[in-house]
């Protein structure tokens, strides 16, 4: 089951201002809360100070707590 979710996530695409953006699996991880986010995410857009574009695997492995308005 979640790998099914993973793998959906892996292929998301949006349109965001008519514009596709398709990111494969890399999301915003806060290093200091430990949350991530999708990169399209409005959280994500105000994570400055600590937020670093990283792998999502990657996030996880750091002990990333998904967000729950994106849903990481
Ligand atoms: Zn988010």
Known sequence: MKKIIV???AILCINLF???ICYAEMVMYNTKTHKYHQ???RWA???TVNCIKIDKKEAIKRGGIPCKVCGG
Do not use: R
Request: net charge positive.
């Open 18 to 20: 008519s514009i596709n």
């Open 39 to 41: 990169i399209w995410c």
């Open 45 to 47: 857009a105000k994570c």
């Open 7 to 9: 793998l959906t996530l």
